[in-house]
Each structure stands twice: as structure tokens, then as C-alpha cells.
């Protein structure tokens, strides 16, 4: 079976769900409280979609405004970037389009972009529409879904759909030279792993 390696990062607020997205991804599980990011975390998760195997290496960015400045150096390269949103947040959502301005102006040409609207299990708590982020995703051509952490809804999805977008060229042969590339980053981020929760 042939096997992708895919370089993917998380964008967004702090505080609206994207390590508990990685950490459902990758170890299905969930935490009512895990601190926040500092500088960014590191994970890496392979699924199998028909033929095809997607390893994912995924970068959890801060979302702490005092760490956005270490952004590019975590979508530099990227293949796909989740610019994760809170539903019960409108402030969360403005600042997707912020990400999105970033990303069209200094990220790579053919990133894949995925909108995830997550915390969708507090529906009751919704600020933010889900036409009204549909219908901003469809218009820049990003993937769109609504996510929970907590109770693991729509979090493969989001990656199947991601991996399904993957223009051929940008997913990288295992063993690619990228793979040298991110050992070599100058900030040593931290290694994550689930039992570490
Ligand atoms: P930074 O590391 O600061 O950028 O934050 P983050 O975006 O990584 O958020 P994190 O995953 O740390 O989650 C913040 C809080 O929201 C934690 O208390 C989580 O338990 C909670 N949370 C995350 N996802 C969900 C979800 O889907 N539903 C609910 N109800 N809470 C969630």
C-alpha cells in the first residue's frame, strides 16, 4: 500500500479545542482541562482511505497571541492547514478570516484549508451560524466541518476529507526530504505523545 506523509497544522484561537481535536485524532481521547500550547506541539497519525495510507504530521500551533509570530514557520511546507474556530465564539470565527489572509498571502500556493468549527456537542452556547461559516468556507474553496473534541463527532471526517482534497504532488513519499527538513526546525517543539496526559 503506498503511503503519503502529509505535512498538516492547526491554526486558530487559544483555547478553541485544537489539541483536543489532535489528541481525539490521534489517541481518541479527551480532557475536560490540558494547559495550553506553548510554542507549538508535535504528533504524527496514518489512516487508510481505500488503497491509500495518509501519514499525518501534524503541528498544534499556540494559539496564544504572544506565540503567533512562530506560525509560518508550521505552515511553511504544509500541505493542508485546520484553521479551528469555536462555535460559541463569534470573536473565535473573526479571527479565522485573519488566518485565512495570512495563509493566501504567505503560506504555500496549493494548501489544502479545512474550517473546523468545533465544540459542536455545546450547540445550545451557538454564536456562530453554521450557514454563515458554510458558506464563507465554500467561497475561498476550503473544506468545511463542524467538530467535537469531546465527543469525537466529525473528527475523522475532518481528516478523510482533507486527505481527499490532497492535490497529488503535494503529498510527499515517505522518507521524503521534508521529513529531514522538520528535524531541522531552530525551535525544538515538543514532542507529544497520549500518555503524557
Ligand atoms: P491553545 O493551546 O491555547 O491554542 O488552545 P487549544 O485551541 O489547543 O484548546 P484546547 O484543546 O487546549 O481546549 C481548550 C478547552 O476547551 C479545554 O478545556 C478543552 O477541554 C475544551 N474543549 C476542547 N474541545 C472541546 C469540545 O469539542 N467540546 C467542549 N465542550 N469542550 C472542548
Redo the contacts with the bound molecule.
Sequence with gaps: MAMREVKLC?L?????????????FVCDS?????????GASFMSKTISVGEKSFKFQIW?????EK?RGLAPMYYRGAAAAVI?Y?ITSQISFVKVRDWIRELQQHGPENIVIAIAG?????ADLREVETRTAMDYAQDIGAVFTE?????A?NIKDLFLKISERLPAESVLPYNSTDTVQLRRQRTQPKKRSCCLY
Design positions: 492547526l486558530g484561537d487559544s483555547g478553541v479545542g485544537k489539541s483536543s481535536i489532535v489528541q481525539r479527551y480532557q475536560d482541562s490540558i494547559p495550553p500550547t506553548i498544534d500551533t499556540a494559539g496564544q506565540y479551528v469555536d468545533n465544540k459542536f456537542d455545546m467538530t467535537s473534541a469531546k465527543t463527532e
